[in-house]
């Protein structure tokens, strides 16, 4: 089911938003650790536009496939 994926991955993205916190909190001296929150930080905001991209794709082709049949086929 796409919307438990999209919850799940919502999820997972607020664990680590409060996880960040703390940890920033606790080790916000160590220069390389903060890179490293910022790195994962940029992942995650690129794999949300991934996400994103791939569902309205495959929305789009879903719906053209729903609209075609086997008379008049999709080009």
Same mark, same amino acid.
């Given at each position: 089911?796409?919307?438990t994926e999209h919850f799940h991955f919502n999820v997972t993205v607020n664990n680590w938003v409060?996880?960040? @916190?703390?940890?920033?909190? $606790?080790?916000?001296?160590?220069?390389?650790?903060? %890179? /490293?929150?910022?790195?994962?930080?940029?992942?995650?905001? @690129?794999?949300? /536009?991934?996400?994103?991209?791939? %569902?309205?794709?495959? %929305?789009?082709?879903?719906? @053209?496939?729903?609209?075609?049949?086997?008379? $008049?086929?999709?080009?």
């Open positions: 089911n796409n919307n409060l996880t960040r @916190q703390f940890l920033s909190a $606790n080790c916000g001296a160590h220069v390389k650790f903060i %890179t /490293l929150l910022r790195t994962i930080d940029y992942v995650i905001e @690129q794999f949300s /536009l991934i996400v994103i991209l791939i %569902t309205y794709v495959f %929305t789009v082709c879903l719906k @053209q496939y729903l609209l075609c049949n086997w008379r $008049n086929p999709c080009l």
